[in-house]
């Protein structure tokens, strides 16, 4: 004799099973403090694989339940005092991300909010970029059309990797994306002007000159002064380090007109006077000038 399940009567089990969990789950954290709930890895299942087959055709439910602990765990983790010496406190957030994500691959808030959690640096976050990447990756391999994962993962290139020119490449592939908006290209081109990639900076800016949109080519124009501003300060910073300070210790555009041929006090591309700092020799645009904050005086965004 079979004593095998029906569907219908196996899917029931299935809920029946998953709700319990749930609910043994919830008079846990009602009875055990929070800290314990988060530093006991026991309470989830680590396998994505072993998950799936689990949850049977409930993966978006069960994705649900793990995206609240991933919240959860998040949040107690931030309520957490003392030292985090072992890198322990938020051990389980990417675990418990991958399982949602895993289990529902089209889990939108899941990959763009997990990945903030995941950036933020300590204490408030693990601080672990690396983690939100591979996050993001993933939502990027299965909704490939999606311009803003592109973003998302240039957007944590930019601002919690400082690199630049990786953020600009992962910009570009966003506007690539159908519907992606009109400025991600600007945006992209505006992050090779923080890189060392000038000349290639230079030629995306120089081809959204022709773009059929007034406030676009205003901002490739001002971005082009910019890049040409860039180069005038790296020859006036060698020719003041080849001179070096008068007698007094003191940099001054007099000083280096009278060891060179400079002849008055040099102007950027906005014909605005560049400015000297009299202790570090450092020359930059002045907060006057059209051209101001120039790309790398921002600490993050135009």
Do not use: C
């Amino acid at each position: 004799m079979t004593s095998l399940l029906s569907r219908p009567a196996g899917a029931a089990l299935a809920v029946a099973a998953l709700a319990g969990a749930m609910l043994v789950q919830s008079a846990r954290d009602r009875w055990y403090p929070r800290v314990e709930s988060i530093r006991t890895g026991v309470l989830y299942v680590r396998s994505p694989a072993a998950m799936q087959r689990l949850a049977f055709g409930f993966r978006a439910l069960a994705a649900d339940l793990y995206w609240v602990r991933a919240i959860q765990h998040f949040g107690g983790a931030r309520l957490e005092t003392g030292p985090d010496t072992a890198g322990q406190r938020y051990a389980l957030l990417y675990p418990l991300l991958d399982l949602a994500t895993t289990l529902d691959p089209w889990f939108n808030i899941a990959y763009r909010f997990g990945a903030i959690f995941l950036g933020e640096p300590p204490p408030g976050g693990p601080g672990r970029p690396d983690q939100a990447i591979a996050l993001l990756r993933k939502a990027v391999v299965a909704m490939p059309l999606k311009w803003q994962y592109y973003y998302d993962v240039g957007f944590v290139y930019y601002w919690r990797l400082r690199d630049y020119k990786t953020a600009s490449e992962w910009f570009q592939r966003a506007a690539e994306q159908p519907d992606a908006p009109n400025w991600l290209p600007s945006l992209a081109a505006s992050m090779l002007t923080r890189s060392d990639d000038r000349a290639t900076a230079r030629a995306m800016w120089q081809r959204l000159l022709q773009s059929e949109q007034d406030w676009i080519r205003r901002t490739a124009d001002r971005s082009l002064l910019q890049i040409d501003a860039l180069d005038q300060i790296d020859r006036l910073d060698e020719a003041i380090r080849r001179v070096g300070p008068d007698p007094d210790g003191r940099f001054s555009w007099a000083f280096l007109a009278s060891r060179t041929r400079l002849r008055q006090v040099p102007i950027d591309p906005a014909q605005t006077p560049y400015e000297l700092d009299p202790v570090t020799g450092r020359v930059r645009v002045a907060s006057t000038s059209p051209l101001f904050p120039m790309p790398d005086e921002t600490g993050g965004g135009q």
